[in-house]
């Protein structure tokens, strides 16, 4: 492994982070294959394990915490807050109520003193960014947290959360976790530059579309009902088109589908690490086995010809973040009552 500075934090980490979303019942819910795949991808040279509270409730958070016992030095240390842990509205977001709680819970479970990143999940609009910046700024005043990051922010509000931290004195976010893939390039437009511009390093999630660029999701494959039903892009048109064309390019290419899109992923200069979601060690194998690849001009081009930089290819998932402004009919239509006025 090459290691990569995570933006201007002086932390080194490895272009491939072991995600923890499939450890437990989400996913694998044998707990001593989950931490054998854990030990391998370390033995390997990554060195960036990235989890988060909500992921099958806390259950990945203690398998990560037992795997890395004895090796926790070693690890840069991801988890995240924000999204519910329960029908309580106050066990969610990032207010400072809920942040104090949180955090203590996650060092429970992951058997560790600190957190190297400690993440918000997604936007919080409910709660002022000044006061989530405060609270995470106390902890990382405290020792609890080294350094504190956002995902899938738009680029609007990482320059907003940079601007309150510097009026107030306050800790800065140092990493943002977008989604990015071949299928998924919108944040080349804003949200990567933007993060270099202010010296965040950048752990992309799904580089592999949730399955769509490993070459099992084709259009003439009969999609796994459980996954079709949690992914839904599964069956997007436009998503299985663009696929049918990545397909014969890997080919020519002499690429696995998925060394295609993680070597995509790691290749622009904005990214510092992708992270990686292996449910079994044989996806961990694969995924490892094209850690050295290098894409050409020749093949990143021919890439940009089929998804264009900067763009999305068809309807966004069920994971992907929403802003209020678009999904909240108030916010986009003015009362009845009022468009008869004007």
């Known amino acids: 492994m090459r290691y990569r500075t995570l933006g201007r934090t002086g932390i080194k980490v490895s272009p491939y982070a072991l995600g923890a979303m499939m450890f437990g019942g989400i996913g694998n819910p044998d707990h001593d294959d989950c931490a054998r795949i854990i030990h391998k991808a370390l033995d390997a040279g990554i060195n960036v394990v990235d989890t988060a509270d909500v992921y099958s409730h806390g259950e990945s958070e203690e398998i990560v915490g037992k795997a890395l016992e004895g090796r926790r030095d070693d690890v840069v240390l991801a988890t995240k807050l924000s999204l519910p842990m329960g029908d309580d509205p106050n066990r969610r977001g990032a207010s400072r109520r809920w942040i104090m709680t949180a955090v203590e819970d996650s060092l429970r479970r992951l058997r560790t003193d600190h957190i190297d990143l400690y993440q918000v999940h997604r936007p919080d609009p409910a709660t002022d960014v000044e006061e989530t910046l405060s609270a995470l700024s106390d902890l990382v005043h405290s020792g609890k947290v080294r350094a504190i990051g956002s995902s899938a922010m738009p680029a609007s509000g990482i320059v907003e959360a940079q601007w309150a931290a510097e009026r107030r004195g306050l800790e800065r976010f140092r990493a943002e976790q977008p989604q990015y893939s071949i299928l998924n390039r919108g944040v080349e437009a804003e949200v990567l530059p933007v993060a270099l511009r202010h010296g965040m390093g950048t752990l992309v999630w799904s580089p592999l579309a949730k399955g769509m660029l490993t070459g099992r999701i084709r259009r003439d494959r009969k999609t796994d009902l459980r996954r079709a039903a949690l992914f839904r ?16 390019l890997a080919e020519e290419a002499g690429l696995p ?40 001009d020749e093949i990143l081009d021919r890439i940009d010809a089929i998804v264009p930089p900067g763009t999305d290819v068809g309807a966004p998932d069920q994971s992907a973040y929403v802003p209020p402004a678009l999904h909240e009919l108030d916010l986009r239509r003015r009362p009845a009552g009022d468009r008869a006025a004007a």
């Open 233 to 248: 892009n599964f069956s997007d048109e436009h998503r299985l088109d663009a696929v049918e064309r990545l397909v014969p």
């Open 257 to 296: 589908m998925t060394h295609l899109a993680m070597a995509f992923a790691v290749a622009h200069p904005g990214v510092t690490c992708a992270i990686i979601g292996p449910r079994t060690m044989e996806q961990l194998d694969d995924l490892l086995a094209g850690a050295g690849v290098t894409l050409t």
